[in-house]
């Protein structure tokens, strides 16, 4: 398959804001952060990569953003709400808010 060129394609123009895609790592990037993003663990987005070290998988392919991490505050939020739930609902007359009394 031969490779195109900007003058093959008629009626269409590439955007100059947009950086010019070269090789495979944007790809492999996108993949890592995804995968990350699904709840897939850095050591098996390496083993995917092929990455020896999942160091490398970590600081240069899995790539966060603002809304990651606003999620994953969401998700603890609500993991310590549950567990709060739980635990008060297993101990019998204890009110939200009451003080511990001191037992000899």
């Excluded at 492999?28 to 092929?50: F, Q, T, W």
């Excluded at 609500?78 to 709060?84: F, G, I, V, Y």
């Excluded at 297993?90 to 511990?100: E, I, M």
Aim: glycine share 8%; hydrophobic share 35%; net charge positive.
């Amino acid at each position: 398959m031969p490779h195109l060129k900007a003058g093959d394609c008629p009626g269409y123009e590439r955007d100059p804001r947009i950086p010019e895609w070269r090789g495979f790592h944007s790809a492999r990037r996108g993949l890592a952060s995804n995968l990350y993003r699904l709840g897939v663990p850095p050591l098996v987005i390496a083993k995917i990569l092929r990455h020896k070290n999942v160091d490398i998988t970590k600081e240069f392919y899995i790539k966060t953003t603002g809304a990651d991490v606003l999620e994953g505050m969401e998700k603890l939020a609500e993991k310590l709400d549950s567990q709060t739930v739980a635990a008060t609902s297993r101990t019998p007359n204890v009110t939200l808010g009451a003080t511990p009394r001191l037992l000899n």
